[in-house]
């Protein structure tokens, strides 16, 4: 009787385990810095995007990224960028991506990716950086 409670549990943890993917990962495609590239180079209309604030834009960047700040307008940018486009996302570590990748999921975007590891990851496997300093217009 006391082994009960626990088959309970353990049949629990395996119906849990068998479910599929995390909600999150159907909306959008978090990749590691190599498959992000290639994803990204694949992709005929790519936009990369940069959701760090612009102190942290004018630092280093990726090349051909533009700066949308995830703490900006982003119902603005959203009706102004075109649905089919792929976007890819990044900032520092992927944080702020993945929270920028859903909203755009809940405006009409499907095809989304997020830079897992951010930047960081990004230096830390080898890959490029601009690191000229722009000024805000």
């Not at 959008?28 to 005929?44: G, M, Q, T, V």
């Not at 830079?115 to 690191?131: E, H, S, T």
């Amino acid at each position: 009787m006391k082994s009960f409670p626990v088959i309970i549990v353990l049949i629990l943890i395996f119906c849990r385990s068998i479910t599929g993917q995390v909600p999150d990962s159907v909306k959008f495609k978090s990749l590691l810095p190599n498959d992000f590239h290639l994803a990204y180079l694949e992709e005929e209309k790519a936009i990369l995007i940069d959701v760090r604030e612009f102190f942290e834009f004018r630092t280093s960047r990726l090349k051909d990224a533009v700066n949308i700040p995830s703490l900006g307008n982003l119902d603005f940018t959203a009706d102004t960028i075109d649905k089919e486009s792929a976007l890819f996302l990044y900032c520092t570590s992927g944080y702020r991506s993945k929270r920028v990748a859903l909203f755009f999921h809940d405006n009409g975007f499907d095809k989304l990716y997020s830079l897992d590891g951010g930047i960081v990851a990004w230096k830390k496997d080898g890959f490029p950086v601009v690191r000229k300093k722009v000024r805000r217009k």
